[in-house]
């Protein structure tokens, strides 16, 4: 496979598959709330649950890529993604939202554990990063303009819609990427499919310090990011006024942010190094959490306070998303979708636990948000510093 401006975006579609599924409907949660005639937190919930059953399911089709291939596992990932869309978009209450919600996440879950994985079958280390941080820029218009057209979506015609559109851009997928992408795993180096071996490979990675280090630092900055994403509609239009066409715009600077930090990762990856460049978005990610743990002990912060403070701390994901896989796949030897699928659990395991986690303390003000992310990019940067940074790396990338 090639780095061709056309895998890129088609990878990138790939990529932004959950985003998408996430974001798009964010301006609808008080809406659905109002529609099904339950409380908001139930609402938020069911991010919570699209997180749990992406992150638990990971774990299996991670070790069914490893034997059967990254194509054929991709392909029947789009068409769940496809089904489920579907049923989100013809519900009329709260249980078969919580259905549809459930199958999209089998399908997103088959088809972001193979994007790193077939990425890293064709590339070394470092052109893994290059190639992930320009999937990723591409990836990142999927949450820059999802909520946009989710709150276009819901004020043009009814919130059901915004699942229709989720349905298409699922069958986009699937025809781009069937007619586009090659089998990236030759039969040479699949493996036997065994779950008890699977289970071992696992316990195995667990066990390794570079692995680890490399997946939870990752982790707890996703989580951080996901109590955002969870968060942020009810801060942004219930707590500070913002109108729900407008709080697209404004969840979109997060995005810009992902998108200023990955350029600059894919401009000097090469010159600097991976090590340093996780090292640097670290920092950012650490004076970020101080300022929002300064925040959170503010009554009534002001809003573009916040506002800022978040791009910073959302941004880092454009430097380290790529760097600390990176990290972690250069520790693993040939078990490239079972990394994956560990890393992928684990950031969304935690995202699910910070999202139920800041539905729960829902208290009507910004505080809960802020506290939890405070605490999970602290966490991430101590991961990182002092693990994975000092962890000797293998002679094959000196970088890493």
Excluded at 145 to 172: E, N, Q, S
Aim: aromatic residues 12%; hydrophobic residues 55%; proline residues 3%.
């Amino acid at each position: 496979m090639k780095l061709t401006l056309s895998t890129i975006l088609i990878l990138g579609i790939l990529s932004g598959l959950t985003p998408l599924a996430i974001d798009a409907y964010l301006p609808a949660i008080p809406t659905i709330a109002k529609n099904f005639e339950t409380d908001i937190g139930l609402i938020q919930l069911t991010l919570s649950l699209y997180l749990i059953i992406f992150a638990a399911f990971q774990i299996i089709f991670g070790p069914i890529s490893d034997a059967y291939g990254r194509k054929k596992v991709v392909s029947a990932g789009l068409i769940l993604f496809f089904l489920g869309s579907l049923v989100c978009a013809f519900s009329q209450n709260y249980e078969w939202l919580l259905t549809g919600r459930a199958i999209q996440a089998f399908g997103g879950a088959a088809v972001t554990v193979c994007v790193s994985a077939l990425v890293r079958d064709a590339f070394s280390a470092e052109d893994f990063v290059k190639a992930m941080s320009y999937i990723m820029l591409v990836m990142s218009v999927a949450p820059l303009i999802a909520p946009i057209l989710g709150g276009v979506i819901l004020i043009t015609f009814d919130w059901h819609y915004i699942f229709i559109f989720l349905a298409l851009i699922a069958c986009i997928a699937l025809v781009l990427f069937g007619k586009n992408i090659p089998e990236t795993l030759t039969e040479e180096k699949r493996k036997s499919l065994s779950f008890k071996r699977s289970l071992i490979t696992y316990w195995e990675l667990l066990n390794n310090p570079g692995v680890f280090s490399h997946i939870m630092a990752g982790a707890l900055l996703f989580s951080g990011m996901m109590c955002f994403i969870t968060a942020s509609s009810y801060v942004y239009i219930e707590l500070y006024g913002i109108d729900e066409g407008n709080y697209g715009f404004l969840y979109a600077l997060n995005i810009i942010g992902i998108m200023f930090f990955t350029t600059l990762n894919s401009q000097f990856i090469s010159k600097t190094g991976i090590r340093k460049m996780a090292s640097y978005g670290m920092i950012v990610l650490l004076t970020a959490s101080i300022a929002l743990a300064i925040i959170a002990f503010i009554e009534n912060p002001p809003l573009i306070l916040i506002i800022v403070t978040c791009i910073f701390y959302i941004g880092t994901l454009g430097v380290l998303g790529g760097t600390l896989v990176a990290g972690a796949l250069n520790h693993a030897g040939n078990n490239n979708g079972s990394v994956t699928a560990l890393a992928g659990t684990a950031r969304f395991a935690a995202g699910a636990l910070s999202g139920t986690l800041v539905s729960l303390f829902h208290n009507g003000t910004v505080t809960p948000m802020i506290s939890i992310m405070a605490t999970a990019g602290i966490l991430s940067f101590l991961c990182f510093w002092f693990i994975a940074r000092n962890i000797d790396t293998p002679k094959t990338n000196n970088d890493l």
